[in-house]
């Protein structure tokens, strides 16, 4: 199948070598780029650990001037991809969560005693679930650093742009609440909705599926939100076809 990948980079370029490995051709379209805070203020003063939701955080805390002390701290990661990149960057107290922050709060309250120190939560500008909420409800106190932010285009790129209006497309591959809404609002900025409609909308999670949805296209969402469940849920669909 032809397939939008729309996931910021690095992300999108790997992906691309995942679906172009299982015999798909991915069309490259980063809707949104990732902009790194390195003055972001990250206190760490009486923490007892950090926690990452997403691999771009744990980038953006790389290139921070105070990287070389957070990394002796232990980490609390969702999921094995965000869980990976932690090893890679040289953490090595790392706690595997589920896929969701939801359930990693679940996960954190579980395990572990409130009242020992703070927890850091790495994130971006914008948040698919308030774990900082979550988890003082239930006595914690939970530091949100925002480490960067994730800027919408303004544009399709041209070549998804000519291959949508051409009908050229069978998919699009959506990991994120704020880029299923980006292709939402691009598709009807470029009079493009018909044509969106006529593509399979791959979403990684409920909450993305939501974010497509008002398009009206055709949505599927993966068994679990994980990059390996996506593609696939994609290959399922391909063999279907």
Known sequence: MRLLVTRPE?????????????????VLAPLLTIVFDPAAPLELEGARALIATSRNALRALAAHPAFGEAHKLPLLAVGDATAGEARSLGFEDVTIGPGTGAKLAKLIARDHEPGRGSLVHLAGDAIAFDLKSALEARGFTVKRVVLYRAVPSDALPDQALGMLKAGALDGVILMSPRTAKTFAELAAKHGLVTQAQGLVCYCLSEAVAKA???LGGKVRVAAHPSEEDILALVDSEAASL
């Not at 690095?10 to 991915?26: M, V």
């Open 10 to 26: 690095p992300d999108a370029g790997r992906e691309a070598e995942q679906l172009a490995a299982r015999g798909h051709e991915p």
């Open 212 to 214: 497509v949805r008002p």
